[in-house]
Structure formats: structure tokens, C-alpha cells
């Protein structure tokens, strides 16, 4: 079962992680500008508020992994077997009750951390990254 803070956490790693991914993009010179860094996501308190910081981070989030995508298709970087990242969508959710809710985050963050690790895993293979 997922907390209000384990997929904060999540999302916060996500957001580090898709910076990193930019800023090795400025370093090789395929784009001039990294993103704004989203701030990190610290609730205290199961309330509107947080559900609502909760559900903007995962738009930038996903916003963010899909101009990376957008981007390796540009410069045609593929995996070892040739194969593209594909992005991803978010739309909220209609779940209701706080764990449903949490729940349906965390299987939309296993999504999300699935295509960041390819991209990363694209990058090392292109020498974007050093491991």
C-alpha cells in the first residue's frame, strides 16, 4: 500500500533524476537551456492542498519525461535493441478514499520510472552520462 510520502518521495526522485537527464543534454550542447526544477514536494497533512501539489508535480513530471522523449527521437537515440522511449500520459485520477487514490499514483509512478530508467539507460549508451 502506498503513503502520501512514499510517492512524494517517488516523485521528487523522478524530478531529480529528469534533471540530471537535461543537464547532460546542455553539457553535449543538444539544448541550450535546462528546465526550471520543480521544488520538492514536503506534505505534512492528508488535505486538498496536498492532493493538488501532488497531482501538478506529476503533470511536470510527466511533461518534463515527454520533452526528453521528444528530444532522443530528434537526435534518433535508441537502446541496444534499436528500441525508442516511448512517453507517458497522466490525467489524475478518478479513484476515491485516500489509499485508492495513493495506490493509483504509485502504479502511474512505476510507469514513469520505467521510461526515465530507459532514457538514462539511453544516455550512458550514447555517452551523455558517465555510470
Keep these: 500500500m502506498a503513503t502520501l510520502n512514499s510517492v512524494t518521495t517517488r516523485l521528487n526522485a523522478g ?74 500520459s497522466f490525467y489524475g485520477t478518478n479513484e476515491s478514499g485516500v489509499s485508492a487514490v495513493l495506490d493509483s499514483y504509485d502504479a502511474k509512478l512505476d510507469e514513469f520510472e520505467t521510461t526515465i530508467n530507459k532514457l538514462t539507460e539511453i544516455f550512458k549508451l550514447n555517452g551523455f552520462i558517465k555510470e
Design 15 to 88: 524530478s531529480t533524476n529528469t534533471q540530471a537527464l537535461f543537464t547532460a543534454l546542455q553539457k553535449m550542447a543538444l539544448i541550450d537551456s535546462v528546465p526550471t526544477a520543480q521544488s520538492l514536494l514536503t506534505p505534512t497533512e492528508y488535505n486538498d492542498v496536498a492532493f493538488l501539489n501532488i497531482e501538478n508535480a506529476f503533470y511536470l513530471l510527466k511533461n518534463n519525461i515527454n520533452y526528453l522523449v521528444r528530444i532522443s527521437g530528434q537526435y534518433k537515440l535508441v537502446d541496444l535493441m534499436g528500441d525508442k522511449p516511448t512517453g507517458v
